[in-house]
């Protein structure tokens, strides 16, 4: 079965700053896994995703995320945040013979101007 | 393209009322998901589809049913409403793993609030 945790259910960000969002996955197969982001009364949208290939991976509005087997890790970056980057991150994993998607707690970001 | 549609967008329903959710998605996708988003537990999966007329309970599937009749509807049903069932239900869709790019990408929906008092 996958699970999926995510360390801090709130991160405050000064614009400009760095953003790291902390995702770390549990699969008892080669994981898929996904960062998707939630804006304020809306569904969810897709970031990134790692299949397979380049650890590696760049999503939309300038985020990336690297994948890491031995710390069974996914972690979400952004170098420089932006007022609109203001929203809900959520990390999921779906495992390779089961195709649920299993989605983890949130983190709620907040960019301080 | 609509991509995923769920009606109503908001009801309230008193305790023991019976009320039926309904997500549909013109991407002809074969996978489609429900979910229920509640603060601090993020979404939680209650029931998916891997294709017409099959259902497959997910991680909190008590107190729903489901029903895939054709391969763009997914209904999502409360025979008995309870306090607890109060959230923001979330239907999504997406292609089977095979399918390149788009492999288990969900598409979602706006989203369907439900409160019961």
């Known amino acids: 079965a996958q699970s999926v945790t995510q360390l801090g259910s709130h991160v405050s960000v000064s614009e400009g700053a760095l953003v790291l969002l902390r995702c770390n996955y549990s699969s008892s197969v080669p994981p898929y896994l996904f960062w998707y982001v939630q804006y304020p009364n809306q569904g969810l949208q897709l970031l990134l995703k790692?299949?397979?290939?380049?650890?590696l991976v760049k999503g939309i509005n300038g985020f990336e995320a690297e994948f890491k087997k031995s710390e069974t890790s996914f972690h979400l970056t952004k170098p420089s945040a932006h007022m609109s980057d203001a929203a809900e991150y959520f990390c999921a994993v779906s495992g390779a013979l089961h195709d649920k998607v299993i989605f983890g707690p949130g983190t709620s970001l907040s960019v301080i101007p | 393209n609509a991509g995923v549609t769920q009606t109503p967008k908001f009801r309230v329903l008193k305790t023991g009322q019976s009320m039926t959710l309904l997500c549909a998605q013109d991407?002809?996708?074969?996978?489609m998901y429900w979910y229920r988003q509640d603060p601090g537990m993020g979404l939680r999966l209650i029931h998916y589809s891997v294709g017409e007329g099959t259902t497959a309970k997910g991680e909190v599937p008590d107190g729903y049913n489901v029903s895939r009749l054709k391969k763009q509807n997914f209904l999502l049903g409360l025979e008995s409403a309870a306090p607890s069932q109060t959230s923001v239900y979330f239907c999504?869709?997406?292609?089977?793993?095979?399918?390149?790019?788009?492999?288990?990408?969900?598409?979602f929906g706006a989203g369907s609030r439900l409160t019961v008092l």
């Open positions: 991407m002809n996708h074969e996978y």
């Open positions: 999504a869709s997406s292609y089977l793993r095979d399918r390149g790019a788009g492999a288990n990408v969900l598409t």
């Open positions: 790692y299949t397979t290939g380049a650890t």
